[in-house]
């Protein structure tokens, strides 16, 4: 049964930072591509970035320069560190996973296969 467990969030102060953790169980870690998304209050969920297995990184323009996603194979761990956050931050995080050869847009949602339960993050301004 694959999991993925998501740590991290809360309350921030707007120019402050976060980090989001994401464990994997249940599957070859180095076989996926790890994603984050989020989705704030009445909105569309949005691509954050994606970390592939080779630790190739994507980011959505809303948050590059700003986030970063790493990924620790040894401990089937994917983080999200975010900086400079701003109240548009504000959201539901999410991680997520799909097998390394799919050959699509990282930003594709539905070619993930497995989620992370969400994360609250609320910056105030």
């Known amino acids: 049964q694959v999991q993925l467990v998501q740590s991290g969030g809360g309350l921030v102060q707007a120019g402050g930072s976060l980090r989001l953790s994401c464990v994997a169980s249940?599957?070859?870690?180095?076989?996926?591509?790890l994603g984050w998304f989020r989705q704030a209050a009445g909105k569309e969920r949005e691509f954050v970035g994606q970390?592939?297995?080779?630790?190739?990184?994507y980011y959505g323009t809303s948050v590059k320069d700003r986030f970063t996603i790493s990924r620790d194979n040894a401990e089937n761990t994917v983080y999200l560190q975010m900086k400079t956050l701003k109240p548009e931050d504000t959201a539901v995080y999410y991680c997520?996973?799909?097998?390394?050869?799919?050959?699509?847009?990282?930003?594709?949602?539905?070619?993930?296969?497995?989620w992370g339960q969400g994360t609250q993050v609320t910056v105030s301004s």
């Open positions: 970390s592939r297995s080779d630790s190739t990184t």
């Open positions: 249940g599957l070859t870690f180095s076989d996926y591509a």
């Open positions: 997520a996973a799909r097998r390394k050869v799919v050959v699509a847009i990282p930003s594709r949602a539905s070619t993930y296969d497995y």
